[in-house]
C-alpha cells in the first residue's frame, strides 16, 4: 500500500522556520522524483519545490528561491522542506508527490502519489 505521510506543518510567526518532512512507504522511494506542493484558499495547487530520483537536481518556484530547501534522504524514504524566512503569504497546505515515468512495451506510463497534506499558517 502506497503512502506518504506530511508532518512538520503547524502556526509560525512571520521569519520563522519550519521543517516539513514526507515519509514514504509502498514503492520504491529512491527511483521517484518527489516535490512539495501547496495550496492557499480560493487559490490553485502550485509547485513549490522538487528534487530528482538521484538527489542531484533541484528546482524551485521563484518565490522560494533562496528561502526554501528540499532533501532527500533515500536511506529513511524521506523527503524533506527546509522553510525559512516565512511570509504570511506562505499560508497554505502543503503536499508531498512522488512521481516516475516509466516506458514499457505500451508506451509511457506515470506513477503518481500524493499525501494527504499538511497545514501551514504563518502569522503573528
Known amino acids: 500500500q502506497v503512502q506518504l505521510v506530511e508532518s512538520g506543518g503547524g502556526l509560525v510567526q512571520p521569519g520563522g522556520s519550519l521543517r516539513l518532512s514526507c515519509a514514504a512507504s509502498?514503492?520504491?522511494?529512491?527511483?521517484?522524483?518527489m516535490s512539495w506542493y501547496r495550496q492557499a484558499p480560493g487559490k490553485e495547487r502550485e509547485l513549490v519545490a522538487a528534487?530528482?530520483?538521484?538527489?542531484?537536481?533541484?528546482n524551485y518556484a521563484d518565490s522560494m528561491k533562496g528561502r526554501f530547501t528540499i532533501s532527500r534522504d533515500d536511506a529513511k524514504n524521506t523527503a524533506y522542506l527546509q522553510m525559512n524566512s516565512l511570509k504570511p503569504e506562505d499560508t497554505a497546505v502543503y503536499y508531498c508527490n512522488a512521481q516516475k515515468l516509466v516506458y514499457n512495451e505500451l508506451g509511457p506510463k506515470t506513477y503518481d502519489y500524493w499525501g494527504q497534506g499538511t497545514q501551514v499558517t504563518v502569522s503573528s
Open positions: 509502498g514503492f520504491t522511494f529512491s527511483s521517484y522524483a
Open positions: 528534487i530528482s530520483s538521484a538527489g542531484g537536481s533541484t
